[in-house]
C-alpha cells in the first residue's frame, strides 16, 4: 500500500512528463505512444491505485458513459474496462451487437455517433480478423472526430484499444507494470533477457495481438527480447521491425530463434503463449470476407493438425530450469491452457502455472489500472493538477 | 452551446408552463399533452443541454433505477434512455425478458411490482404488435400505480413511451426540436409544408408509429402537413382525424395524397421512411395471437412481393428538386435504407443521405435530452426550481 | 413510513447487536448466523428502508463493483441485488458467463480473482444441483480471501447467497420481515402455527432451497412448524434435523406430516410451493455431471407423471379453509403456479392468491432491503456507527 507521500511522488512524477498529446486522443498500439506518454500511464496507473489504497476517491466524472463494444468475447478486460470506468465515475455501457438495430450495411460512422451522445470513452475489442480490428477502431474514432468537430457530439469520447489484430495494449501495460513492480523499478530491467515464445495449445485461432504487443513493447526498456516460434508462426514483419528499431534504441537487443529451448536459455522473463500462424490467420480473414463460412471447418482442422506437430513446445519443470536459476518470471495474459487442468495437453505445466499463481494475478490485476490511466490521461490536459485535486479533496471511496 | 443567461431564460419560460398534470404521470403519445406540456418538454430539454454544455452536473437522483423493456431491438433509443438515465443520476436496469425467470402466465400486474420496488423510471419499447404495445406500457402503468397506492411501491415509477404501436414520442419530439432549431424558432413554422410520406424498403414490418407519431405532432405547429403512401399503406384512422383536428386548430392543414411526388411539391421538410401496410401488421399480430406461427413467412413473402411494386417511392435527388428551393430538410429516424449502401435500393438515394449526414445526426442527438426532460418533468412538481437548484448547485459534470 | 426516532431506535438497536462476526464474512445460510445476526440483517434492512423513505441516501460507496452471477434465471432476485447496490453506491456488473472468455476448465480460483479487483460484493445464484450450488459458493470465497490475503485484490468481496441448493437466505429472511411486520413484531410469533407444505406444479426441478430455508428459519422464532410433503419428496435430512434442534431451543416445535390438510389445520402461516423430489435432483445432478444429457428428457417426463399423482396437493379455499379462522397468511417466493392463470392446474387456488396479493407483493419488496442490509453488515465493523453518519449527513436521494 502506498503511502500519501509516494502518491504525491507519482503525480510529480506525472507533472515532468510531456502527456500533451494525449489529451483528446485515442491509445492504440504502446509504438505509436512517446516514452513519456508510457511512463505517463504508468505512473497514473500506480497514482489511481495509490488513491484508492488509501480509500480515497478517484471520480471525476458527475455522469458520463463509457461505451464497450465486444467483438470477441472476454471476462479479464471486460471487467477491467468496468472496473476503470466505475472508478473515475463513468457508467458502463455494452453496445451487444445483437441485441441492436443496426441495419445491415448502417455505416461504422452513423452506429459510432448514435452511442455517443453522453460518452466519454469508447473501449473496443476487435481482434478476431487481420487487417481489420485496428481499421475498425480507426474508423469508430474518425467518426466521433467528425461529430465532435460538426456539432453533433458535445465531447469527444477518446477510444481505448482494448485488442485488436495488431496490439493489446491494455495487457501488454498491465505485464510491464507488473514486471516492474517484480523487479524494483524500470531502471532495473536493462539486460534482462526476455523469452515471448509461442506454445502448443488444442484450441485455434488465437490472436496475434499478444506476441506482437509484447516485442513491440518490451524491447523499449534495453532489454534482450528473444522471440521463439515454429515455422509458419511468423508475427507481422512490421512489427518485428519496430521491434528489433526500439532494441536498439534503447540499449537492448532484438532476435528471433526457432526453439522454445533457446529463448528460454538464461531468461530472467518468459511469456509462453499459443496463437495462430498469420497466414492461417490471413486466410480465415478471407474466407469470411468473401463469405466461404463453409471452408472454415476444414481450415480450423487443418489449423489444429498442424498445430499438433509442436506439441513440444510446452513450458514444462524441464523449460523452466533453462531460465535464469530456474527461476524466470512467469508472464501469461491469462486464461493459459493449462496441461491435465484446461486440457490434456497445453502451453504449461500445472506445476509450473501453480507456482506462479500469485505473480499471474498481479499482472491482472494492473489492467483495470491502466485502462483507468488512459481515460485519465486523454481527458485531462493537466493530469497532474487534477490528480492533486482528487488528493486535496479527499472523499472517502467507501464512507 | 448556450450562454448561463440562456438557459436562465430557459428556466423562466419553464416557470411560466402549466406542467402540473406531468407530475407522477407518463407519457404516452404527444396529441395527449398541452401545448404547455410540450413546450415544457423542449425547455427543460435544452436547458438540461445547456448545463451540460456548460459542464454543470444536472444529477438529481443519488440513487434509483431507470428500467428499460424492449420488447424489439434498439440502438439508438436504448442509448439515448441510458445516457438520459445516468444524466439525472439513474442507474440502467434492463428487463431481459429472455434471462427473466418471468412464469408462462404471469401477470403483467406482478412483473411490474416486481421490478420496481427501487424504480423512478421504466422505459418501454413495444411496438411489433398492432393494438399490443400501448395496451402493454398502460397494463404497467396501471400495476405499479396500484402498487404505489397500496403500499408495496415506495415511489411511483413513470412510463416513458420507448415507441409504442401507435407512437414514438421522444422520436418525434427530438425530430421537432431540431426542426424548431434549424429555422431558428418555433415561431417560423407556421406555414411551413411537411411531407410525411412512405418509402420502399425491401425491410419488413417497420412499425406505423413514426409516421402516425409525426402528423399526430408536426399538425400542432400551423405547418400545412402532407402525408402521402401508396394504396393499402393507410396509417390509423383515428391519428389521421387527431392530426387533421390540430392542423385546423393551429392554423395550418392537413391533407392525404397517393403520390410522393405531389406531397414533395414544394416541401419545407420532407420524412420518407418505410412501414408495413396496416392489414398486413393486424394479420401479423393475429397469426401471432393465435399461434399460427407457420403462416409468418408466407405473409412476409407475400407483403415484400407487394412492397416492391412501389420502388418509385424512393427519395431522390429528382424528388428532393421538387421541394421547395430543392433544399428541403430532409429527415429520418434511422437507420435509413440507402440504395447501394444498405441496400440495393431503398428509401433514399446515397447522395440525398450524404448532403443531409450533420442535421441527421443532430435530428438524433436530441434523444437523450427529450427523454431527460420528460423523466424530470414527471418526477418534479415544480421543474423551473429544480433547474434553478441545480444551476445555482454548480457542481462540475467533469472535475 | 418511519419516522425519525423510529429510525434511531433501529439504529440503537443495532449497536446493541454483537455483528462483529459479519464483518469480511459471508451470508450462507440463516442457521448458520447467530440470533443477534439475524436481528441485525432485520433492524439495518428497516433501518435503510426508513432513510429512503424520509428521502434520506443511503450511498456508502462512491465507487465500487457489485458482480451477479446468475446461474439459473431470475428476476426478482436480479432487480433486488440490483436495487440494494444502486441505493448503496455499487454499480452492478453482471458476470454472463456465456459472454465471457471462461477457458474450459478454468478454475474458480481464477475467474473469482479477475472478476474482483474492484469487486465488494459477488451474489450468486446457483440452485440447480445437488451438492454443487453452496460449493460453488464457497469456492468462490475462499479464491477472494487468498486473493486478498496474498494482497492480489486490495479487498475482500464478501459473498451473498442469491439461492444455493440448500437455502435461499436473501428470499427467507424477507419472508421472516413481512410475517414479523404482518403480526407486528418478532415478540408475537411464539406460538404461531407455520405450513411449509409441498403444492403440486406441471413444472419440473424446481429447487429444495426454498422449503429448507424455511424450516431452517422459522423454527428459530418459538412457532410450530409442520413440513407436509408426498412420499418420495423429502428434503435433506440435515436441515430437517437443524429444524428440530432449532424449534426446541426457541420453544416452539417441529413435526412433519403426509398431507396439506394436517398441515393447514388451525396455521396461522401457509406456505404452499412446489419442489422436486430430492431423489430427482440427485439423479439430474448425476445425469449431468456424467455427461449423460440424451437421459435428462427421460428423467424429466418420469418425474412429471409422478408429480401428477399429487394434483390434490393445491392451496383451495377448502384448503385454506382449515386454517386458523380461515385466515392464514399465505406465503409464496413467487412466481407461483396459479390454477387457471399460469396453468391449468397448479400450487394455488386464483381467487386465494388474489386475495393475497397485497401481501404477496410486501412480502417481495423486503428483498432488496435483505440484500442491502447483508451486504451493509458484512462491509462495516461498526454498522450503527455508520447508519448514524448516514441519518446524519442527511443528503436527499431526489433532490
Redesign the interface.
Known amino acids: 500500500m502506498k503511502s500519501i507521500a509516494e502518491i504525491e511522488a507519482l503525480i510529480k512524477k506525472v507533472s515532468g512528463l510531456d502527456t500533451k498529446r494525449m489529451y483528446l486522443n485515442d491509445f492504440y498500439h504502446t509504438w505509436k505512444e512517446s516514452d513519456d506518454e508510457l511512463a505517463a500511464v504508468f505512473a497514473v496507473a500506480e497514482a489511481l ?1 495509490g488513491l ?2 488509501n480509500n480515497i ?9 463509457g461505451i464497450s463494444v ?1 467483438r ?5 478486460t ?3 474496462f ?2 476503470a470506468c ?2 473515475l ?1 463513468l ?3 455494452d ?1 451487444d451487437e445483437k ?9 461504422v ?3 459510432a ?3 455517443s ?2 460518452a ?1 470513452v469508447i473501449g473496443i475489442r476487435d481482434d478476431m480478423y487481420i487487417g481489420k480490428g485496428h481499421a475498425y477502431q480507426v474508423a469508430v474514432s474518425n467518426a466521433v472526430q467528425e ?1 465532435f468537430r ?5 465531447q469527444r469520447p477518446t477510444i481505448v484499444n482494448l485488442q485488436c489484430d495488431i496490439d493489446h495494449p491494455t495487457q501488454t501495460m498491465a505485464d510491464m507494470m507488473s514486471v516492474i513492480n517484480y523487479f524494483g523499478g524500470v531502471d532495473k530491467l536493462k539486460g534482462k533477457k526476455v523469452a515471448m515464445t509461442w506454445a502448443y495449445s488444442p484450441s485455434y485461432g488465437k490472436p496475434l495481438s499478444v506476441p506482437q504487443g509484447v516485442i513491440g513493447l518490451f524491447t523499449r526498456f534495453g532489454m534482450d527480447v528473444t522471440l521463439a516460434h515454429p515455422e509458419g508462426y511468423d508475427v507481422m514483419p512490421e512489427i518485428e521491425q519496430i521491434a528489433a528499431k526500439q532494441a536498439k534504441a534503447s540499449g537492448g537487443s532484438y532476435r528471433k530463434v526457432n526453439t522454445m529451448e533457446e529463448a528460454f536459455e538464461g531468461a530472467d522473463i518468459v511469456y509462453p503463449k499459443s496463437w495462430a500462424p498469420f497466414a492461417v490467420m490471413q486466410e480465415r480473414t478471407d474466407l469470411v470476407s468473401e463469405g466461404r463460412l463453409d471452408e472454415l471447418d476444414a481450415l480450423e482442422k487443418k489449423c489444429l493438425e498442424h498445430n499438433a506437430k509442436f506439441k513440444n513446445w510446452e513450458c514444462t519443470e524441464e523449460m523452466m530450469a533453462r531460465t535464469n536459476q530456474g527461476k524466470a518470471l512467469y508472464l501469461h495474459c ?5 496441461s491435465g ?3 490434456k495437453q497445453g502451453e504449461v505445466a500445472s506445476t509450473v502455472f501453480d507456482r506462479y ?2 505473480p499471474l ?2 499482472q ?2 494492473y ?2 489500472y491502466v485502462i483507468a490511466a488512459m481515460i485519465f490521461l486523454s ?2 490536459q493537466n493530469p497532474s493538477a ?1 490528480l492533486e ?2 488528493l486535496k479533496r479527499g ?5
Do not use: W
Open positions: 491505485r484508492r489504497e476517491s478517484s471520480k471525476c466524472f458527475d455522469s458520463g458513459l465486444f470477441d468475447n472476454s471476462t479479464r471486460r471487467f477491467s468496468a472496473s466505475n472508478l465515475g457508467e458502463v455501457q453496445l441485441k441492436s438495430q443496426i441495419a445491415h450495411g448502417e455505416t460512422r452513423e452506429t455517433n448514435m452511442i451522445f453522453m466519454d461529430g460538426d456539432g453533433i457530439l458535445e491469462l486464461p493459459a491452457d493449462i487442468v484446461s486440457c499463481l500469485d494475478y498481479k491482472a490485476s489492467k483495470p481527458k485531462f487534477k485535486q482528487l472523499d472517502s471511496r467507501i464512507l
